[in-house]
């Protein structure tokens, strides 16, 4: 069975810093790109970051780029997102997805999702 | 403010057809294929329609897509009152710094 198990968020002070965790497990995750989306309290969906299969392509939000990275570690089927210089309005669920196809936006497996609360 | 615009609700009655419209530009569903999502409510989002038009196997084939120029549509026939859900739009987006992908605002399906 495919499953992504997301962790690492929590309360963090505006200015914060946070990683945040995605393990992968009954598929080959080297194999597939990865992306992390975010929903805010009530609100829609906003994708955050993508990374390509091997980890040498990586795309972010405008909103989020130069203060979080995303990365992997294929050896560990474990996707990351550093988050840094935390702002009120990062407060959200963050989910990983996996891309089922590439060139679309077809996530056909999503974690449970992990709360960041940006708070002082 | 969502690159891709879609109508904040929808209603139908059970067994009614509805369509949720996605309208975009020619940098996201004119040249990318369009792909949508149901969520329910405290739950991760689930595909249902990716390439346009092609569903995930175990979805339903009451779901269908459609893609005409720059924008795209979700129907559901014999709606069921499971269909009761808020429905995502997404695509990828092209810009000069590189690709983005775009959600819609979402549309909540409320099924009377």
């Known amino acids: 069975e495919v499953q992504l198990v997301d962790s690492g968020g929590g309360l963090v002070q505006p200015g914060g810093s946070l990683r945040l965790s995605c393990v992968g497990s009954g598929f080959s995750f080297n194999n597939y790109e990865m992306n992390w989306v975010r929903q805010a309290p009530g609100k829609g969906l906003e994708w955050v970051s993508y990374?390509?299969?091997?980890?040498?392509?990586?795309y972010h939000a405008d909103s989020v780029r130069g203060r979080f990275a995303i990365s992997r570690d294929n050896a560990k089927n474990t996707l990351y997102l550093q988050m840094n210089s935390l702002r009120a309005e990062d407060t959200a669920v963050y989910y990983c997805?996996?891309?089922?196809?590439?060139?679309?936006?077809?996530?056909?497996?999503w974690g449970q999702g992990t709360l960041v609360t940006v708070s002082s | 403010q969502s690159v891709l615009t879609q109508p904040p609700s929808a209603s139908g009655t059970p067994g009614q057809r509805v369509a949720i419209s996605c309208s975009g530009s020619s940098s996201n569903i004119g040249s990318n294929p369009v792909n949508w999502y149901q969520q329910v409510p405290g739950m991760a989002p689930k595909l249902l329609i990716y390439?346009?038009?092609q569903r995930p196997s175990g979805v339903p084939d009451r779901f269908s897509g459609s893609k005409s120029g720059t924008s795209a549509s979700l129907a559901i026939s014999g709606l069921q009152s499971e269909d009761e859900a808020n429905y995502f739009c997404?695509?990828?987006?092209?810009?000069?710094?590189?690709?983005?992908?775009?959600f819609g605002g979402g549309t909540k399906l409320t099924v009377l």
């Open positions: 997404a695509a990828w987006h092209d810009t000069l710094h590189g690709p983005r992908v775009v």
């Open positions: 997805a996996r891309d089922r196809y590439s060139g679309f936006v077809a996530y056909d497996s």
């Open positions: 390439g346009n038009n």
């Open positions: 990374i390509s299969s091997s980890g040498g392509t990586m």
